[in-house]
């Protein structure tokens, strides 16, 4: 296409302006355009923010202004440098789009002023680019995850263009290493284009970058390794630099119409090799080159702020001004603050402004998925605990159909486990998404479908953020213990929820729903290593109104939390359930009132009459529900006249008060179904501290005795497991008889035999290498 | 060198032996060598084990020791794909390594049917490589993390090779992606050196995996690019395999050599291209090619247990022992069992078998650090709370000391933020090692130095486990709320940890020495998305033998802490603590004597004269310590007559009862501290429900009232944040009010000036942008 001097001279200008603007973010709290004389007080107090990253940002946005317009792009933005938050506020305004959501940060000298003084302010916005940003769907907080965004973003957006910047800082990260193969998943006619731009400003905090300090063939090798073509440009002169960029822009976005024009007509062509840009620029360009004697610009030591003493010291303050002028504002900024036309036209229009583009507000977009009735897919009910059933296996028929009747709104992301964790039935309509070699061998692999499965829970967690935050749906099935992994991952998404829960601008976008199985109580292949179910615990320190935890019993109930799961918004739920053959215990219908209310009495396992009981034996997940079942069996058999009540729980967050957590439980209620003063023996599926957390504040907490999870485990059965950790049913009889007022004296026969019952269980499995069979085949007798 | 004939026979002799005892392991719990009929009963009930990977394991081994002899090297093994434990287990009972450690385990048929029956059975051993696996150093369960502990064992073990075997499996994961650059912190001179193998067998649990699926050329640039020199090993057939891998590993380790050989003499030479092996070859090698008319061998169907049904199906059990035939156990192991004496000859001997190596038994080498008197950088102690301090600072100086005593043993990892967490007084006597270019404006920057910074803190992680578990110290300071990344990390090398104190044979090792700072209350710069203090709810989930966490709440304190950690062995520790300037509130004999107690009343800030208070104001953390402390002024100059007892507490653990953490105060010096029904208002560091957790067990629980961080923030003030999460010194006052009996009526005045001085605040930072003087500025008064 070529680029004329005319054009590079208003890129220039436009690059100016938002260097200004950013510059004047950083340090101004007043005297936006320097128009009169700089003042200690028109200075922050305290300087906060990152100056090294954000004229590359600055630079790479105008380019793509360019190329949104000349081709009409459906482009979004992701910073990885999000610290360069800056320059996302300062193109926000520069484009009107900023003004328009905030409406006192106008687009002239006012405004101008407001946008300064706000950032890295008390009552003001976040250094960071941040879910205040418009435009942005990432966060520029923890490093690791813009290219995992990005690919998210594109998938089944086929007209969309994810540019993606990544910082050479941020490339050093395992989360980003591992992103690069996202090519392998990305298919040319159903999904859009990522053009990653690795931006090679050389430095971190205080040290050099890796990708900037090895020998350029090796940097062009490594890319193309992985399936890219890298166009590299790299320069210090604004005026070859704005040529090159754009050549390099026209060559990255040829290449792509090139591949999906090929892809998009019958006959697939080869696997594409898609283009990336390797950005070569001097950190902090065009700031202070030198500043007391040592040199700023091109090193680490402009990565926050050059001039750190500009309050206090003259000089500091004399260059701030210098640097500011340098970019000549007055031929940007009119009269009354606004660009000057020349700039105010430069840039796409409407929702083709990138800080406007619906993609990157994606509740915008969401559109509800079409969801088949689950009770349909119910387990038939043949009595209370008789009859057995792997939950997640059913569930896959559910998923299948969710797919089936959302071809293009939904995805199922997991490391390589969805047949291993028996969700297998989605294949029926699916397929994997593969876009590298394909064998005849192979089963299930295309170009095309709605399970993504890679062995990188970063990836997984990555690419279905991107997929949700641009306004689409999805389930991420993992290993309980290895969802660990993406705790960081976690924590920033439901931080990026809770804030945007405030921001009325930003529309709902679907909950984040993690399915964990192959838990704890069920590592019969693998043992210590994969036993933690602690990520309960992560997830509960986060705010209350984003997180939803669930642990359903059996099958009939997993489907009904799903359903409810999938509708939700703006949450994030973790549903906690099984893959191996267990007992069914409630009827579909039952199911579905059982989890409307998330906690209740099994009135059919209990031998209280619908009275007070002495003992009540609560349970959470589908291991503990087991044993507190069997449990109150030894007991009906044991003590004909004690008054037991079992109570399962479904919905965490119903065990904390009201006050905590919007589905807390009133007090009344709770009492209702614990008692106030009776024996509570919960048997948890996670570690049992997590339960006295949500449950400290209730009355009857001095009587609330928890088993589970105790980090005892290895490769053995799966009563073994829970004799480990004192979970199974002798113990739990033994702690009935323990706390029960008066029950030890009378029943010292019967503690013995648990106690015996436990000893002949371990000598068995010893022997035999497996439960023993009225262990293994124990149905619920009544 | 070169291999003949009739040593390639040799190999594959003792490739089969380890095959055959590998499925064995999987399959047998008698009849160990098929002399007689194989019944169902001789097979395990459940088949527990990962076959796809073992062969492949087995093969790299053989080969392994045959340049180990030939060229008398010191070599450990990581297998990556430890899943594949019948691998390491059966090579070491052929070097003999395992019945020396496992007596019962004799290398005899008894010792063999033993070494069947035990793995992945009750009672026995887990399905993975271990702790319990002699020669090991790296957990076969969670994936990632094998070349990253790789360079952690050649750090300062110039003579060490480290042969690491990475599936293309894990190859997909962050953390194994970005470990691919620790060649750029390798010192050719001091350092020893990394082989990686990557194993290309092509599949995961049940997909292709992506390096095997992509044309060679770009998986030859991959690692070219990441300055490899790759050597492929490629086919299926036995005989040309053991060839061209004998060829190339005598390429490996020639190149090696000269690598060493060159750095090793005066001039460094060029950075290094290292070797590295990928081999292809079929997963399930060897074993049965088709099961039940689907192909098995070469594809993700060998992945666990070929032949599923050996004990119901007569068919596969006929298989079975055909299989195992086919390695012709009778040419391998003599009439009692023991392997032929040819065999018994192949391997190295004494400590240069890899299963005896003592490097993978680090405690063996453990030496001491030699720790200078951490007195001496203590601050000079002007009066409580009336001089600041860096605290991190005061601790680089010391941490100097330690790295100039102990040249070869100790080193400090973060990723990137050393200079950043305040601890540059290292940078007197050491540099960051850094082998990539170097440019004259770098600084400290060396091949050699001890402090290692890469922006992924999965390598510092991995790294300093890997140093650590070959017997040397160190130490990894990292931002708070980023420490999250490597949870899962830090909840592998806890289970190690806790596994390895139950086996007599693996000797201590130091401590995992974690230093969080740039903490949750002093994120000016970045805001909400670097607030998180929850790792340590994380830790608190690991078993209490393994773990402490330390809240040192000034300088002194903190020395004291470091110091301690420094000496302890087997535990992970984490030490939280502040870069910024903060009140040093301890003479350093009063520090050695506080962290000692590990908790304690602070009686120059309280007011109770020694005898019962009326309420007890608790603090854990440098800023709650710091609110606490104003809140005790305010009380005491409204409140005179009230009588308020501040305590601190440094050691989290000393919370909890004693019967659940060795820490743990017992129940009466418990309540000799916060009473036992008075008030307790308690300020903490990180999320207020972990000090419930911990406490929920003590009798004045019901009084205890906690306030920590609530994922309230966002870049603001430094008080501005402690007011928005309710830890602020005026709502501390406004918590003793509230719960002192009778207080409320009489005060309503002063709650109201509490309330008062907030919105004071609030306005002072909203117009000016920093806190008001009298808060920044507070110094204990007294």
């Given at each position: 296409m070529g680029i004329g001097q005319d054009e590079i001279d208003l890129i220039d200008a436009y690059w100016r302006a938002a260097n200004y603007l950013s510059v004047g973010q950083i340090y101004l709290l007043d005297n936006p355009l320097l128009r009169e004389e700089l003042r200690p007080e028109q200075i922050k107090p305290r300087l906060l923010g990152h100056w090294g990253t954000t004229p590359g940002l600055n630079f790479c946005y105008a380019h793509l202004n360019r190329v949104i317009k000349a081709r009409d792009l459906d482009m979004i933005y992701i910073m990885g440098p999000g610290h360069g938050g800056p320059a996302a506020v300062a193109n926000a305004w520069l484009e009107g789009g900023y003004g328009e959501i905030y409406r006192d940060v106008s687009r002239d000298e006012e405004g101008m002023r407001r946008l300064?003084?706000?950032?890295?302010?008390?009552?003001?916005?976040?250094?960071?680019?941040?879910?205040?940003?418009?435009?942005?769907?990432?966060?520029?907080?923890?490093?690791?995850?813009?290219?995992?965004?990005?690919?998210?973003?594109?998938?089944?957006?086929?007209?969309?263009?994810?540019?993606?910047?990544?910082?050479?800082?941020?490339?050093?990260?395992?989360?980003?290493?591992?992103?690069?193969?996202?090519?392998?998943?990305?298919?040319?006619?159903?999904?859009?284009?990522?053009?990653?731009?690795?931006?090679?400003?050389?430095?971190?905090?205080?040290?050099?970058?890796?990708?900037?300090?090895?020998?350029?063939?090796?940097?062009?090798?490594?890319?193309?390794?992985?399936?890219?073509?890298?166009?590299?440009?790299?320069?210090?002169?604004?005026?070859?630099?704005?040529?090159r960029m754009a050549e390099a822009l026209d060559e990255a976005l040829d290449r792509i119409s090139d591949i999906q024009r090929s892809a998009r007509v019958p006959g697939a062509g080869p696997r594409p090799t898609w283009p990336m840009i390797i950005l070569r620029s001097p950190k902090g360009w065009t700031g202070p080159k030198e500043v007391d004697g040592v040199r700023i610009e091109g090193t680490w030591r402009s990565h926050q702020v050059p001039l750190s003493q500009v309050r206090a010291n003259d000089e500091h303050r004399r260059m701030l001004k210098e640097w500011m002028l340098s970019y000549r504002p007055e031929e940007l900024f009119d009269e009354n603050g606004e660009p000057v036309p020349e700039l105010r036209d430069l840039p796409p229009v409407g929702p083709r402004r990138m800080s406007a583009n619906p993609h990157a507000n994606g509740g915008l977009l969401l559109r509800d998925l079409r969801l088949p009735?689950?009770?349909?897919?119910?387990?038939?009910?043949?009595?209370?605990?008789?009859?057995?059933?792997?939950?997640?296996?059913?569930?896959?028929?559910?998923?299948?159909?969710?797919?089936?009747?959302?071809?293009?709104?939904?995805?199922?992301?997991?490391?390589?486990?969805?047949?291993?964790?028996?969700?297998?039935?989605?294949?029926?309509?699916?397929?994997?998404?593969?876009?590298?070699?394909?064998?005849?061998?192979?089963?299930?692999?295309?170009r095309r479908g709605r399970v993504m499965e890679v062995l990188s829970e970063h990836l997984c967690q990555g690419w279905l953020e991107g997929y949700l935050l641009t306004g689409r749906h999805g389930l991420f099935s993992c290993y309980e213990a290895f969802v660990h992994i993406v705790d960081s991952m976690f924590n920033q998404h439901a931080k990026w929820l809770k804030v945007t829960r405030g921001l009325a601008w930003r529309r709902p976008i679907a909950s984040f729903n993690y399915l964990l199985t192959s838990h704890v109580w069920r590592q019969d292949h693998n043992g210590f290593t994969h036993q933690d179910p602690g990520f309960l615990d992560v997830v509960l320190n986060k705010p209350s109104e984003v997180v939803r935890v669930y642990l359903p019993p059996d099958a009939n109930t997993l489907l009904s939390v799903a359903d409810h799961c999938l509708r939700s918004k703006d949450y994030v739920n973790v549903v906690v359930a099984g893959k191996q053959p267990a007992l069914d215990y409630l009827s579909v219908e039952e199911a579905v009132w059982h989890c409307t209310r998330g906690i209740g009495i099994w009135e059919w396992a209990s031998t209280d009459g619908g009275g007070e009981p002495d003992v009540v034996l609560a349970c959470a997940g589908d291991v503990p529900t087991l044993e507190t079942l069997a449990a109150a069996d030894l007991l009906r058999r044991s003590f004909p006249e004690l008054r037991v009540r079992v109570v399962n729980v479904v919905d965490l967050m119903r065990l904390q008060p009201e006050s905590e957590h919007p589905h807390g439980l009133p007090d009344a209620e709770y009492e209702a179904l614990f008692t106030s003063d009776k024996p509570v023996i919960f048997a948890f599926h996670g570690y049992p501290w997590l339960v006295h957390r949500l449950a400290y504040r209730r009355r009857n907490h001095p009587h609330l005795h928890v088993r589970g999870y105790k980090e005892e485990g290895t490769t053995t059965t799966p009563f073994d497991m829970v004799m480990l950790n004192d979970l199974d049913r002798f113990h739990l009889v033994i702690d009935v008889i323990d706390r029960v007022p008066g029950l030890a004296e009378k029943a010292a026969h019967i503690r013995q035999r648990m106690v015996d019952e436990r000893l002949r269980?371990?000598?068995?499995?010893?022997?035999?290498?497996?439960?023993?069979?009225?262990?293994?085949?124990?149905?619920?007798?009544?």
């Open positions: 300064f003084r706000q950032f890295s302010f008390p009552g003001g916005i976040p250094s960071h680019v941040a879910p205040e940003t418009p435009g942005s769907i990432h966060e520029g907080g923890e490093l690791g995850y813009s290219l995992s965004h990005a690919f998210g973003a594109a998938f089944d957006n086929p007209d969309l263009v994810v540019a993606c910047i990544i910082g050479d800082g941020e490339a050093e990260t395992g989360a980003l290493a591992g992103s690069w193969d996202g090519n392998k998943f990305l298919d040319p006619e159903h999904d859009g284009a990522v053009l990653p731009i690795l931006h090679l400003n050389g430095y971190k905090i205080a040290n050099p970058t890796i990708t900037a300090r090895i020998p350029e063939d090796q940097l062009l090798k490594r890319f193309e390794g992985h399936g890219y073509h890298p166009i590299m440009v790299s320069g210090d002169d604004p005026v070859y630099m704005h040529g009735d689950f009770r349909r897919y119910g387990v038939e009910f043949q009595g209370h605990g008789v009859h057995t059933s792997e939950a997640t296996r059913v569930l896959g028929h559910f998923l299948r159909d969710v797919i089936r009747h959302n071809p293009d709104n939904f995805r199922l992301v997991g490391p390589d486990e969805t047949a291993s964790n028996r969700l297998a039935a989605v294949y029926e309509v699916t397929d994997k998404v593969w876009d590298a070699q394909i064998l005849p061998v192979d089963e299930h692999l295309a269980h371990r000598a068995h499995t010893r022997e035999h290498g497996e439960d023993p069979a009225d262990i293994r085949d124990w149905v619920w007798p009544y």
